[in-house]
């Protein structure tokens, strides 16, 4: 129950001078609550602190973020001004509003929402290049666990709350220091203070929730714990950390649920660790265990994640039962046979024909849309602009095209070394070795 405002109540904003109105409660966590508030003729989220919470530090913290920080994009829901009351002890602040179509990824875990693939793998990205811009600026999130990241099930778009933690990296700031299961081990063993490195460890921890439905680091040696307390936790998560898909120590391996009823180590990772391409699985690998060790050098980057998650969004196809599958560029053979059944029929599905581009492998299968970052081995996921889009022949349904969708025009080289040109709004059929010229970029069919 709400006690610290009330509907009606006014409370005045520090930098705009403006009153903003409390309209109603919308839900309280462990620093405050928040309410949806009107200010300067539209609603807003007011976040007020508890009393105990709202402290000199972390005032000066959000004055300072709101003056000199502009926020790293529009998926951060950002501090925009300080709210102050003569009645009620305590301040806080005013953010955008979240939308109702945006869930947690605690909803995601609890398995509330069933994204497809293609919505999980989007807000992976998204998440990923956020906190890359964050990093960008020389800031650090401190906090990156289920509670802060919202996304929408159906599109895969990404919003961050709870920036009032935000801080330069390495920053001396009493405070938040993170969410104990998303803690790197430098920070559960009181060695470290926050920065990138620390956001980085936890940004993978949080991927792996994501995609696997499991804590990385919680497989059997649960088991052996009667209390899950401070010192269980400290010592899996800090002083002991041993990733459940260690290829050299299976002594934390994630347990089947016939051995453990109550699924705490690792059941749901063991399920869907196998649906993923083996590029993923190593770049988990490296996060868990030379990230475990190495917190300077052995950390996964942003880039890398960035990548490797366009990637695995790339290589998204339907079987013939309908259901989504990852490419998995390792199991084709030297004949180009493909070796993976589908995780739902069993069957070995069909692939599509793919355009190779640089590093990345793109299938395209029909309404398959390219985008300039695919063109440019995802290193600008802000460069969204749509470039191509696979069509059905007007009169062959079975011939599928590739339609320029630029202001430019393409040239196409076929098999037989023919050359032809794409004009805007035009198709190229799609057959195996053609080769396309996207202007400074170029790919082939195969």
Known sequence: MNELLQPGQTVHTHYSGEPCRVERFLGGGGQGEVYRAQWCGDSFALKWYFPQTATREQNIALQKLIQQHRPPSERFLWPLDLALSKEVRGFGYLMRLREPRYKSLFDLVTQRIDPTFMALSTAAIQLTDSFHKLHADGLCYRDISFGNAFFDPDTGEVLICDNDNVAENRSPVTGVLGTPDFMAPELVRMEALPGRQTDLFSLAVLLFYMFCNSHPLVGKRILAIRSWDYPARKRMFGEQPLFIFDPRDDSNAAVDRALDPYGEAGDNALATWPLYPQFLRDLFTKAFTSGVRDADHGRVTEGEWKFTLGSLQDGLFACG???QNFFDPSLLDSSSRYHKACWSCGQIPPLPLRLCTGKLAILL????????????????????APIAEVVRHPTNQSVLGLKNLTE??????????????????????????????????????R
């Open 321 to 323: 039962c309908g259901k």
């Open 365 to 384: 299968s029909v309404g398959t849309r390219l985008v300039a970052h695919q063109l440019d081995d995802h290193s600008n996921f802000d460069d969204d």
């Open 408 to 445: 430019g025009r393409w040239t196409a080289t076929t098999a037989d070394g023919s050359m032809k040109d794409i004009e805007p709004g035009k198709s190229i059929v799609l057959s195996p070795r053609t080769q396309i010229a996207f202007g400074r970029q170029s790919g082939e069919i």
